[in-house]
């Protein structure tokens, strides 16, 4: 298993649990025992390139590498899989996602944890005509002593309210999994069109894993390059990222910074856009508008009394992944085209909360969820597997196209249904290290 975001700690943890030999290998460290985790030096030094990954268009791009994956970092917001993927991929994830959503507590949180300046975004875009839904969530407060959570939880979460995929790891290791943490997979080995193992470094030290099955869940990233280098040469070709741009505007009063974020939300299907509350962390607010221009950073003054309606975009299929340094993203015209108008709704709804018109300004692109880089009907097929025999994907990179909605549940979901499809064949990591570590590859 490469990779412990969602999707690969959920299929440890079913293999383990099914009596299959697991061994996980996990780029990062576990930060969560760690008093730097959830704080703004830890974020840089867990996220890839100190969080200065950029598509050569410029989209900025956080990309945990840790125990957890991305939801180290995420802001604890769940969606059940949409409908086309039944629909028109003949994947029915309607069982398994429910299944999670029972056995994480999936729900919106409490009224009285929503927040005041989040429901007042939520109250005004109801006067614009839009019918705002409190988020599904992976947070439970009643985990938490105390509860504590606003925009900074994105940088992980310290009261431990949030779901973390490493608490899949962890079950996963109770049922007798192995896991191998700072374990770089710098290639599939193949034989034959069958895959034969990983090859790699742990701490400097190279390594070489013999399995009969290898499942790669590395994420959006670092799944297609892994791919790529075992010939599969479709991988990497296009991708998508939900791309999403944070709109703020000023107001009197106390602004969103200190409420759970994305506690508020709204989907526009027809124009492929889903709307929220959200704002950047205190200290990330002038980094990430400084971007734009040096007036724009000198606005950190008014963060605390800052609204903020963040549009994620269903974005086309475009570009190209090379390397894992080496992205061609950007927006093609009918994105640019949606986005703009999706600003001016966003607009709208900060000016009927109070927001004066000269503060209202948006954040430079981001990509959020790179995804859509092995797809399912061309990379691999509805099982996941990719044409090298005992080679399987399972994360967001499987996507058919932009998700467009939280993606932890979805790929949960994806993860679960391969579990029974690999325990059902037979199949499963049956993992043997042909060179431990401290040996030569």
């Given at each position: ?165 490493g608490e899949y790891v962890d079950q996963a290791v109770e049922a007798g999994a192995e896991l191998w943490t700072r374990a770089r997979v710098d290639r599939i080995l193949v034989e034959g069109g069958a895959v034969r193992g990983v090859a790699g470094r742990r701490g400097g030290t ?236």
């Open positions: 298993m490469v990779g412990s975001g969602p999707g690969g700690a959920t299929v440890a943890r079913e293999l383990a649990r099914g009596g299959r030999d697991v061994l996980l290998l996990e780029r990062g460290r576990d930060w969560r025992g760690s008093r730097l985790y959830g704080t703004y030096p830890g974020a840089l030094l867990y996220a890839d390139r100190a969080a200065l990954l950029f598509t050569r268009q410029g989209m900025n791009i956080v990309r945990p590498l840790m125990v957890g994956g991305a939801t180290s970092m995420y802001c604890g917001c769940a969606a059940h899989p949409r409908e086309w993927w039944r629909e028109r991929y003949g994947i029915d994830l309607e069982d398994p996602a429910a299944e999670a959503a029972r056995e994480l507590g999936v729900a919106p949180l409490p009224p009285e944890f929503r927040g005041e300046a989040s429901t007042r975004i939520a109250e005004a875009a109801a006067r614009e005509g839009m019918e705002w839904e409190p988020q599904l969530k992976f947070l439970r407060p009643e985990r938490a002593d105390p509860f504590d959570c606003g925009a900074h939880c994105m940088l992980g979460c310290r009261c431990s309210a949030k779901w973390n995929a190279p390594f070489q894993v013999e399995a009969e099955t290898v499942v790669l869940a590395a994420g959006g990233i670092g799944s297609p390059v892994l791919l790529q280098g075992c010939g599969i040469e479709a991988a990497g070709r296009g991708m998508a990222m939900d791309t999403t741009v944070m709109v703020y505007g000023t107001a009197s009063g106390k602004g969103i910074g200190s409420d759970p974020p994305m506690t508020w939300s709204h989907a526009d299907d027809e124009l492929g856009v889903l709307y929220s509350t959200l704002i950047d962390p205190w200290l990330m607010y002038p980094i990430i508008m400084a971007q734009k221009g040096l007036r724009w950073s000198l606005t950190w003054p008014r963060w605390g009394r800052t609204l903020g309606v963040m549009i994620k975009l269903t974005d086309e299929i475009s570009g190209e992944v090379l390397a894992e340094d080496q992205i061609s993203k950007g927006l093609t015209a009918d994105d640019r085209e949606r986005l703009d108008r999706a600003r001016e709704v966003a607009g709208r709804i900060l000016r009927r909360a109070g927001c004066d018109e000269d503060t209202i300004v948006s954040t430079p692109l981001r990509g959020t969820h790179p995804s859509a880089t092995a797809r399912i009907g061309e990379v691999v097929d509805t099982d996941l597997a990719t044409e090298v025999e005992g080679l399987y994907v399972c994360d967001a990179s499987v996507f058919p196209e932009a998700l467009g909605r939280p993606t932890v549940l979805t790929i949960i979901a994806l993860a679960r249904r391969l579990s029974r499809h690999l325990l059902a064949s037979g199949n499963g990591s049956r993992a043997e290290p042909g060179n431990p570590p401290g040996a030569p590859a």
